[in-house]
């Protein structure tokens, strides 16, 4: 493929490139996928009303979320495991959203170690870029208030809290791939 044109087509491209098991950790959903079909579904019924004789020679899209400014109504949302896709993983997106402009929540496992791709040091390092926190809950409440003050002292400016995974999902693609 010569040129990306649309966001679909990234999705080709990285069944080309990655090893199955990667590529299906990424396109896959837990249980039937229903949640991933229904996001899928929502996105294809939002419309952009097209806007005829209209100067938008000066678009400003910049919003703010919390209190920052951003240069768009766009963030980028936890996204688990990014060093399986890129040897720079998370610092890489992190560099990418400060670039652009707008917020990274970048997703740091950092109780358990075994499965973080990135510190929130080397995610903080990249940059001016504005980072929240994605904290999971856990009982040891010391554990969260140490992991808060890492955060915050790596200059991260909120905290955005996941409250969903008591426990984990079946993936029916990771149980396949074993």
Request: charged fraction near 25%; avoid cysteine; aromatic fraction near 8%.
């Amino acid at each position: 493929m010569d040129q990306i044109t649309n966001v679909v087509e990234y999705e080709a491209i990285a069944k080309e490139k990655l090893p199955k098991m990667i590529y299906d950790y990424y396109a896959s959903g837990a249980e039937d996928q229903w949640t991933l079909q229904e996001n899928r579904n929502a996105f294809s019924r939002i419309l952009f009303r097209p806007r005829i004789l209209i100067d938008v020679s000066k678009i400003d899209m910049t919003t703010t979320v919390l209190g920052f400014k951003i240069s768009m109504p766009i963030m980028i949302a936890p996204t688990a495991m990014q060093k399986m896709a890129h040897p720079e993983g998370e610092v890489a997106t992190a560099r990418a959203a400060s670039a652009a402009g707008t917020i990274m929540v970048p997703f740091l496992i950092l109780t358990l170690s075994s499965l973080a791709t990135s510190s929130v040091e080397e995610v903080a390092s990249t940059g001016p870029g504005i980072h929240f926190f994605q904290l999971y809950m856990i009982k040891d409440r010391n554990v969260v208030a140490r992991l808060i003050r890492r955060a915050e002292r790596a200059g991260f400016k909120a905290i955005a809290l996941t409250v969903d995974t008591p426990r984990l999902g079946r993936r029916e693609a990771d149980i396949k791939n074993r």
